[in-house]
């Protein structure tokens, strides 16, 4: 067989072999199969006749919107008085033979505690109906005792309103059960609802690939639904009579998630005119320009998808790695054959219509993750066609390779003298190790839209790496949101621990500058937190055979991973190891922090926070490193309630001596063993 062919069989039985592997591993799902699913859903709507909600829907929501909380009965009364709105409502629906109230609403508060007597409508109406009241709660708060006490505790009656977006922050799946803090498993709004509307039929988990728009369920404003209920509750009977109602707020401002239905068009409802006259009139889209919808949707959603039957479910893995096998070998396939003008035209429309099979599926209630198959065909058609110029290309191929293993200049240049070093090992260099991570990011990341919030990082990290190779030191790797780094390799630095600890101070005071800035123009911004550790730590290609990381690894990377989680505990950016202070101690003033038992370790290190260059220090950093060195002294010796008083003069001020205040404090509560040792 020529070698040119035995090459071009042996690229399409691996790349079959890879796309099958890959697809296997990944579950058969990528990243990217989130965002093919929303815009399925949207193609679907526009070629398909979706059924309409608001013609046979089993579900309705009661919205508390503006228009509500702006009408004269109700706005007077802070949400957390409604108790007597809620009575009134729940007595009108179940007069009206509802299934299930469910409030997507959490109720801690009584109104009791304001007026004595103030809940005992609603906590009546609440007890009377109770078979068919779901109440709200989190994993950590529960409605409030007299509510639990009418509900007769039952664990059905509840319902958890906690819902976790996917890795892109858009809310597809609604579960049946959510973990509660103590680690119970509990129903979740949806589940609760659901059960005590009879309702058998529900996975575990709902994937959300609603036809129309979520908003599109029939929503009413709770202010027309009160005065309905009082002038004409025939009305009521005629709209909510056997279905589901969930209460919850649609204000633009507050609980608004991005769902799966994200690129569906919305419905604008006409202008409603102000009046006091009972008119249960259909809602339109709480906020027609924005992609998210009220959280009470989200539920309302995924009910209406079990009790009307529109279950969507996820293909078996099985046939989406067949699938994924077979779009890899025809990637190949085209890859040998074809022009690379020609296969690219091909790879392309032939990855549209695996993702237009995704939306066809859509329709018959199945879900097809199409990335891997997708990347699988593009992929695997790159590949094999770079494979056939593999030999005519092997020295410049080698050259590549060489650069897509190291970034860093000096690695570089080394490997240009001598390219025999591209092998896996190491050796033991000494080191100065730094990670630096962004705190506020996950914050954040439920905040902004991704665009944003990833313009934003990539600043913050410029700043990082700017000092990282202003003092001579190698970014090591990106992890997320953090930075790791390390001086004296692989260019010989004896100086390495003074180096890294300038570029740490530096870096923290930069980014606090920054933040400040972007405060001042109510702009977002993030903390950082930093450990450094000097040591012995092995340096050189870790990995394998097929792809290197020029990367530093042993205890000393160890530590100083475990040194940037205490950075947050101590409420300093900067901590350092003992090693690193030792280097340094002449030339920087440093402060004893604490001494600490690091996971992995069998014996305690001191950890310090770098104050100032020597000469730089203010009077004030002076007085507040000595007062807390004394106050450490008393501490140790067990002295507590004189060291905890002497930290809480500093403690608006000073993180550590707030933190080690708080813990003095407890132990003069609580006093440690006899053979206490400070650790």
């Avoid at 503006?66 to 709105?85: D, G, N, Y």
């Avoid at 996917?166 to 979740?188: A, K």
């Avoid at 630096?436 to 990082?457: W, Y």
């Avoid at 104050?611 to 450490?632: F, K, N, S």
Wanted: charged share 20%; glycine share 8%.
């Amino acid at each position: 067989m020529p070698r040119k062919v035995r090459i071009a069989v042996a690229s399409l039985v691996f790349c079959i072999a890879a796309s099958v592997a890959g697809s296997w591993v990944s579950g058969g799902k990528t990243v990217f199969d989130g965002y093919l699913f929303d815009l399925g859903l949207a193609a679907r709507a526009a070629l398909f006749s979706a059924p309409s909600y608001q013609s046979d829907s089993p579900v309705a929501v009661i919205a508390v919107d503006p228009r509500s909380l702006e009408a004269p009965e109700l706005k007077a009364t802070p949400r957390a008085l409604f108790a007597p709105h809620w009575a009134q409502l729940i007595k009108a629906l179940s007069a009206a033979n509802v299934k299930v109230v469910a409030f997507d609403i959490l109720l801690p508060f009584s109104g009791n505690d304001f007026k004595d007597g103030y809940d005992k409508p609603f906590i009546r109406a609440v007890g009377e109906n109770r078979e068919r009241i779901v109440l709200g709660r989190s994993a950590a708060t529960l409605p409030a005792q007299p509510l639990l006490a009418a509900l007769r505790f039952g664990e059905n009656n509840l319902g958890m309103l906690e819902l976790k977006p996917e890795r892109d922050g858009v809310y597809r799946v609604i579960p049946i059960s959510l973990e509660t803090v103590d680690g119970d498993w509990q129903p979740s709004l949806v589940g609760a609802t659901l059960h005590n509307a009879g309702e058998t039929s529900a996975p575990d988990k709902i994937l959300l690939a609603p036809q129309e728009h979520l908003e599109a369920i029939p929503s009413y404003a709770l202010i027309d639904v009160l005065r309905c209920a009082q002038d004409d509750p025939q009305q009521i009977e005629r709209a909510f009579s056997g279905r589901v109602v969930f209460v919850g707020s649609v204000l633009p401002e507050e609980d608004r998630k991005l769902a799966s239905g994200r690129f569906l068009p919305s419905r604008v409802a006409p202008a409603i005119e102000p009046s006091s006259a009972c008119a249960l009139d259909l809602l339109g889209a709480s906020a027609p320009r924005s992609r998210t919808v009220p959280g009470v949707h989200l539920h309302a959603g995924a009910a209406e998808a079990v009790m009307t039957g529109r279950i969507t479910t996820t293909m078996p893995l099985a046939w989406s790695v067949v699938i994924t096998a077979v779009a890899g070998g025809a990637g190949a396939a085209v890859g040998i054959l074809l022009m690379p003008w020609l296969a690219f035209a091909i790879v392309i429309v032939a990855g549209f219509l695996v993702w237009l099979a995704e939306m066809l599926l859509l329709e018959g209630l199945i879900w097809y993750p199409a990335s891997p198959a997708i990347i699988a065909l593009i992929s695997s058609g790159v590949l094999v066609y770079s494979a056939r110029y593999l030999v005519a290309e092997r020295r410049s191929r080698r050259v590549q390779r060489a650069f897509g293993r190291y970034l860093a200049p000096a690695v570089v240049e080394q490997l240009a003298e001598n390219w025999k070093q591209l092998k896996l090992g190491g050796v033991e260099r000494e080191v100065t190790v730094m990670f630096a991570d962004l705190s506020g990011f996950t914050a954040l990341s439920t905040r902004l839209p991704a665009a944003e919030l990833v313009e934003l990082t990539n600043r913050y990290l410029a700043l990082i790496v700017a000092e990282v190779d202003a003092t001579g030191g190698y970014v090591d790797k990106f992890i997320g949101d953090e930075v790791m780094a390390m001086w004296g390799a692989p260019t010989d630095n004896s100086d390495h621990a003074y180096d890294a600890l300038i570029a740490g101070m530096t870096i923290a005071g930069r980014i606090e500058q920054e933040r400040a800035e972007a405060a001042s123009q109510g702009e977002h911004g993030f903390g950082v937190k930093i450990g450094l550790y000097s040591g012995i730590a092995i340096i050189g290609n870790v990995g394998s055979e097929q792809r290197y990381n020029y990367t530093a690894v042993g205890k000393t990377v160890n530590v100083a991973s475990r040194f940037e989680s205490l950075s947050g505990i101590y409420h300093c950016s900067v901590v350092v190891g003992p090693t690193t202070a030792k280097a340094v101690a002449d030339r920087i003033t440093l402060r004893e922090v604490d001494s600490v038992l690091v996971k992995g370790l069998d014996e305690p290190l001191t950890i310090y926070q770098p104050i100032a260059r020597y000469g730089e220090e203010t009077p004030e950093q002076a007085r507040t490193t000595q007062q807390y060195r004394d106050a450490l002294e008393h501490y140790r010796n067990r002295q507590f309630k004189t060291a905890c008083e002497m930290w809480k003069q500093l403690s608006a001020t000073d993180g550590p001596s707030s933190v080690m205040a708080s813990r003095a404090r407890d132990f003069l509560e609580k006093p440690p063993p006899s053979n206490w040792d400070g650790v």
